[in-house]
């Protein structure tokens, strides 16, 4: 991250990519061996995705989702121009990305190998292999038709899924993303924007004017266009969309389900300002005993800066520690409990 990518780091959201994020999160759920893949648990975003890849009338995306392992065509996920893009500005770039991209961007999807090599050159061997069964006929069937007939019927995919799954929920999704991109400001202007950066997952670290980023494999990102961060409800890990691309590079983050209205877990509006919103989202979870390591998987925050937050709040009096063999676990006291007064209902959790 050289200091002109840092400068031109910014937030936005994405309707296109939350539709794309309804992909991968039904894809890597079909292949989950628990509940998930019987249909128990599925957000009604996922579970309207799920019959209308059944329906037959996105045959493109179906295939898409069929063959996902490890890589997506970026043209389903267009950087976001604007903090708050509209899905019809986004769908135009859609369907009108270059259909030499287009062709290359499928090659490596459905063939593998060096084509995938080149869009991703830090995937293993093992990863470069072509998409599974027959999950890419479609998508070929359609490729001889040209390039610029798939980047348009794909568009229209997108728009009947975003119809169906998504655009009566996206006014209070955004409103929650939005929401989100506020506390991380917040964080940044009171933390500084290395330490930001590096609690915005508990896979992120900042060190050596570099963002690490956690994974079973190894590779670098570089360049110096602009990186944009997009907040997703749907996907339940980080996410690289373009990275290799010049100026469309997104690190895409998952947040937590919004509450009705746009408001988050996060609430109790009349201790907020006093406590800050990281603190209060802390002290609200330690209803039970909780480690420094269970708190930052919780929170997406890294150790440290989950520990700078403890030590602020233990010397406000506001949580107890208890050291039980080698482990510290951390709870609120009687003074934070009746700061924080009643308790709302809990939202219906973690979605994707």
């Known amino acids: 991250m050289p200091a002109a990518r840092l400068a031109r780091t910014r937030w936005a959201l994405s309707p296109v990519g939350e539709s794309a994020a309804l992909l991968l999160a039904v894809a890597e759920q079909s292949g989950d061996r628990t509940g998930r893949a019987r249909g128990a648990g599925l957000t009604p975003e996922v579970a309207a995705t799920r019959a209308l890849l059944a329906s037959g009338r996105t045959p493109l995306l179906a295939a898409v989702c069929r063959g996902f ?66 999950a890419g006929h479609a998508l070929r069937a359609r490729m001889e038709r040209g390039e610029a007939d798939v980047r348009e019927q794909l568009a229209r995919e997108l728009h009947q899924l975003w119809v169906v799954a998504l655009a009566d929920h996206w006014p209070a999704v955004a409103a929650g993303s939005a929401e989100y991109v506020e506390r991380q400001a917040r964080s940044a202007a009171r933390e ?128 107890r520690r208890e050291r039980h063999g080698r482990l510290v676990h951390y709870s609120r006291t009687a003074r934070a409990t009746a700061l924080l007064g009643p308790t709302p209902p809990e939202p219906g959790g973690p979605a994707g």
């Open 192 to 319: 500084g924007l290395g330490t930001a950066l590096g609690s915005l997952h508990s896979s992120f670290t900042w060190r050596d004017d570099a963002l690490d980023l956690a994974a079973p494999t190894q590779g670098r990102v570089a360049g110096t266009g602009p990186l944009t961060l997009v907040p997703s409800r749907f996907l339940r890990r980080v996410a690289l969309h373009a990275p290799l691309q010049r100026d469309a590079g997104q690190v895409v983050v998952p947040v937590a389900t919004p509450w009705p209205g746009g408001t988050t877990p996060y609430a109790a509006p009349h201790v907020a300002p006093v406590l800050g919103v990281t603190r209060l989202a802390l002290l609200k979870s330690l209803e039970q005993r909780r480690t420094t390591a269970e708190l930052a998987l919780l929170h997406h925050l890294t150790p440290g800066s989950v520990s700078y937050h403890l030590s602020r709040l233990l010397a406000a009096d506001l949580v």
């Open 69 to 134: 392992t490890v890589y997506l065509p970026e043209l389903l996920t267009p950087r976001p121009e604007t903090f708050a893009p509209t899905v019809d500005e986004q769908l135009h770039r859609v369907a009108t990305t270059d259909p030499t991209e287009v062709g290359d961007q499928l090659t490596a999807f459905l063939d593998g190998g060096e084509a995938r090599r080149r869009r991703c050159p830090w995937l293993p061997d093992g990863q470069l292999g072509s998409a599974p069964g027959g």
